[in-house]
């Protein structure tokens, strides 16, 4: 049996710190957890500080529940490109991620989630899709195609549904569409997880939604109505549900670095960090595809070229860990935003997330400066 051991760390798992904390991982799992020079010695045994300087911080492995490519690669364009895409953010600590599909024809994410079904039995860093369409309100299309959007008829929710084959982790709905809150329930009936995203929606919709089991917010503030004194939206409506995770995106263009703060501290313990990275990430300024839509990508900010939107983003998660500590988060509330609440958010938090025994022996090493020192993906999820 391999086993590894990883002392003299920081440990941030389970929203609390611990110093001079080690951790012991037997067969891709997490077997122990200690402090102080307590420990059994092991095949591989890393002194987080030799490795990674003073002040080392041992986490649970990043996930991303929202994020559609990086090194030039799409994750709508095939199983290679996820690969190319994946080991990108894999070098800056997301061990998990969700693989988000822009919209698209019935015919062609069908496929797609198919494709990413199969990829799950032998990537192990795969944990299912996300379709971020095409159920979407054309008057928030974002950088989504507004010609492919359509209503969610509960037959088309259910092709995708079963193309899945049960791998489907999340589905992004407008609920205020004819049909909304019959797709939200479905889909929640299915296993995955419904979000409210790209929508019109004002606050009692939302709560709708959650009502009707919703419990993502899709990019908070992102392709949906702002907070007004006397028209609150879905951003408020889902603060205030303890149901229901905010997804942030803290790459200092969708959101500035005081509402960062702002989610963080109306919305404790329930906020993912997620990328909404495209092919850009990780790459060089230029032009890219989003789906159907053409963007351009200049000092790093990604735009589609007909409307000028925000089109996904050039983030890693171990940058929007260093800017949401930079906007005020707390480190402890900001790994947990990387790691357990996402986790949680699409039905993995009791094996994803969280560095005690039992869980799956994902593990990021980092130094005092929040960068990424050490990444090791522990076992399969099945």
């Known amino acids: ?24 991982f037997e067969a891709g799992h997490v077997a122990a957890t200690g402090t102080g020079a307590d420990w059994a010695d092991a095949e591989t045994v890393i002194d987080a500080t030799d490795l990674a300087g003073e002040g080392a911080i041992l986490t649970p ?36 991620a969700v693989v988000s599909l822009v919209t698209a024809p019935l ?13 799950m039995t032998t990537d192990a860093d795969i944990l299912g899709s996300h379709l971020e369409g095409p159920f979407l309100d054309p008057a928030h299309h974002g950088a989504h195609e507004p010609s492919l959007l359509r209503e969610p008829a509960a037959t088309d929710v259910q092709r995708l549904l079963d193309a899945g084959r049960g791998t489907v982790r999340q589905v992004t709905i407008a609920p205020e569409l004819p049909g909304g809150l019959e797709a939200i329930r479905l889909v929640v009936a299915a296993g995955a997880a419904a979000a409210v ?33 006397r028209a609150p939206g879905p951003v408020l409506a889902a603060a205030a549900d303890d149901r229901v995770v905010l997804e942030a995106i803290a790459d200092d263009v969708h959101l500035d670095p005081h509402v960062v703060k702002l989610i963080f501290d109306t919305a404790p313990g329930r906020v993912a960090l997620v990328t909404d990275a495209m092919a850009a990430a990780g790459s060089a300024d230029g032009e890219y595809d989003l789906g ?9 900010i990604a735009r589609a070229d007909d409307t000028g939107s925000i089109a996904g983003s050039t983030l890693t998660q171990d940058v929007a860990l260093q800017r949401a500590v930079g906007a005020g988060a707390t480190l402890v509330e900001a790994v947990r ?3 357990q609440t996402p986790a949680a958010a699409i039905g993995l938090g009791a094996r994803l997330g969280r560095l005690s025994p039992g869980y799956l022996g994902d593990a990021v090493l980092l130094d005092a400066q929040l960068r990424v020192v050490h ?8």
């Open 1 to 24: 049996m391999t086993t590894t051991l990883i002392h003299s760390a920081r440990l941030i798992t389970d929203g609390v710190e611990t110093a001079d904390a080690w951790v012991r």
């Open 337 to 339: 935003a990387l790691t």
């Open 61 to 96: 492995g990043f996930i991303d529940i929202h994020g559609h490519g990086g090194a030039g690669a799409s994750f709508d364009d095939g199983i290679d490109a996820i690969r190319t895409a994946r080991d990108l953010h894999r070098a800056h600590g997301t061990t998990r």
């Open 107 to 119: 015919d062609d994410l069908a496929r797609r989630v198919s494709e990413i079904a199969d990829l």
């Open 375 to 382: 990444v090791q993906t522990g076992a399969p999820l099945s």
């Open 292 to 300: 159907a839509v053409k963007v351009t990508v200049t000092d790093g």
């Open 197 to 229: 995203g790209h929508t019109s929606a004002d606050a009692a919709t939302a709560v709708e939604a959650f009502e009707a089991g919703a419990t993502i917010l899709t990019h908070a503030f992102n392709a949906m109505p702002g907070i007004h004194h």
